[in-house]
């Protein structure tokens, strides 16, 4: 994508992994068209990216909205993913390579610096691609995309439905799996790995009250500003 389209994603992404919007919240083109000043053409692009990984749902003749998943559907999509990732994790057992273990390790860390930092949205997004991360080394392509599906429709579950202060949880149970790993425990790491996902899982709770109106537009708007002032002194730099 082109380089303004990229910081847009990230910036949506950023504010619907945060849950800062509202569920079923619409989305309108032509407004974030203003909000970013860019055309509506790339402003179309990054939602249907975004389409793409869950994050929004796009219906035909109506238009984009927030995603609204539902505790219940949380079940059926952990029950595969438990299936799904006790197999990546008994194949990879004793059979990463220096290099592998050495990504997880510099992911953990990134994971703990996000925690530290207090920066959910990216804490919630850093999880996600620990477990991409183990189906990548599988080497199939097959079961990265097959995870990369999964991942992307419990990533709205956890933004509405885990607290916050489950983070530091997610990165302890990473570093059990890991530890198995490089131990070269098949049992251990199918364990680790089915205990993480029953305790996410357990961990996403009904909001306990619906919480006040949030005007999409001002947060989206006050987020792009943020962002557009985090990159301000590198540009000066590189001018």
Not at 130 to 144: D, E, K
Request: charged letters at 20%.
């Amino acid at each position: 994508m082109h380089p303004t389209e990229e910081a847009i994603h990230r910036t949506l992404a950023q504010t619907l992994l945060a849950g800062r919007l509202a569920p079923g919240t619409q989305l309108v083109e032509t407004r974030l068209a203003q909000i970013f000043g860019v055309s509506r053409e790339r402003v179309r692009k990054v939602l249907h990216r975004l389409g793409h990984e869950r994050l929004l749902d796009l219906v035909p003749n109506r238009g984009c909205f927030v995603s609204n998943p539902t505790l219940a559907q949380a079940r059926e999509i952990y029950d595969a993913r438990r299936i799904i990732e006790g197999g990546i994790v008994g194949s990879l057992a004793g059979a990463l390579a220096p290099a592998q273990l050495e990504a997880l390790a510099a992911h953990e860390r990134r994971e703990h610096a996000a925690l530290h930092a207090g920066d959910r949205a990216e804490s919630i997004r850093l999880s996600g691609d620990y477990h991409l991360l183990l189906a990548g080394f599988t080497g199939s392509p097959f079961v990265l995309r097959q995870l990369q599906e999964l991942v992307s429709r419990t990533a709205m579950l956890v933004a509405f439905f885990e607290p916050a202060s489950a983070s530091g949880c997610g990165c302890e149970e990473h570093e059990a799996i890991s530890l198995a790993l490089r131990r070269g425990d098949a049992a251990g790491a199918l364990k680790a790995m089915q205990v993480h996902l029953s305790l996410i899982e357990t961990r996403l709770k009904p909001r306990a009250a619906p919480e006040a109106e949030v005007d999409a537009e001002q947060a989206i708007a006050v987020a792009w500003a943020h962002a557009q002032a985090a990159t301000a002194p590198s540009a000066a730099t590189a001018a």
